[in-house]
């Protein structure tokens, strides 16, 4: 398709990948996959007759957890589908990667799509689900045709359809797009929009397990969870257990923006130094310092960078840090960023993506991000804090889905660590920062 390959491609991936090492986004063929030792792990079930139970406590050993953003143990959600349900049972990728600062699941499909194609159909062999669908964000289009392609290759090799590989297992894959909405990334939203209807939040319980795609049980997976499990198959849980730390299994892709000198996607070891990882994306742009760094997506606390600095990068660490490793989204502001504007930033983003379905999320961002404006402006007044920390309250934990704790736990943080940015706003009705860009 002669899409072209970053600048940085070569120093893309941390020394330590196992996801994605080695690439350069010209050999994604089918031929390159299998080269590189793709769909052995496939193959290895098919002909030993691994038991799905025997897949899905591997898994479990791993300690894989869910890299889309919860964190949730893969092996524990794959456990709950219910084997003997009579009838279909579904198996969905959520590659609707709207989180900003989030761009690692578009490379892993536009870079390895058949890693992704081979993860899911091991998951469908574990599960039992013989129909699978990958849900690709609307708005990188050239991706979702180049899984499509990758889609017919896997077809055209016996990977997918009936009888795979001549085995009495058949299990079929579909790509789907979506619209470039972001709240089609939560995962009941998208499968409502997969059904061809409005992209709203489910009401849950019933959770997907039991009441999923067209009322089946379903799993839900990102993408660059099913990326992982080759791997697993392949070379046993307790080894992906050991790249990382107990409870944070595996590597981890980290899609560092921002203000340093090389912005990328970085596979490292979970439980790696912040510190380190920095240095990997090339330090601060232009030798300037860190100021602030939102570790896993901009619905994730800001950190300030004395305690970036003495973080590790693994779902306990940071949640220890008083943020969350999200979907790994590293954001990182230099000094000369005002902490005001950027809350500002994420607010908008926040009212403008919320669905409506829920009033404290369609009316409290719009509070929040109206309120941050009159601070921006310099028309703030102390007792705004008040009121603001009062709206992020009321909405969070009180809406359908996850999108209103995504707008109020940025502007509860942003105020606990950098209120005297916000005051020095209000009492001088202009920015701590003058040279703001």
Known sequence: MGLPVPPFATDLFGPEAIIMKGLNGLNWRISDYEARGGYQALRKILAEKIPPEQIVNEVKKSALRGRGGAGFPTGLKWSFMPRQFPGRKYLVCNSDEGEPGTFKDRDLLRYNPHIVIEGMIIAGYAMGT????NYIHGEIWDIY???EEALEEARAAGY???????SDFGFELYAHHGYGAYICGEETALLESLEGKKGLPRFKPPFPASYGLYGKPTTINNTETFAAVPWIILNGGEEFLNLGRPNNGGTKIFSVSGDVARPGNYEVRLGTPFEKLLEMAGGMKDGRKLKACIPGGSSMPVLPAHIMMETDMDYDSIAKAGSMLGSGAVIIMDETRCMVRCLLRLSYFYFEESCGQCTPCREGTGWLYRMVDRIE??????????????VSDNIAGRTICALGDAAALPVKSFIKHFRGEFEYHMEHKNCLVPDYV
């Open 130 to 133: 013989p129909v699978g669908y």
């Open 145 to 147: 045709e180049r899984f």
């Open 160 to 166: 997918l359809g009936k009888n795979i590989l001549g």
């Open 377 to 390: 402006r310099g028309r703030g007044k102390p007792e705004d804090f008040d009121v603001l920390n009062s």
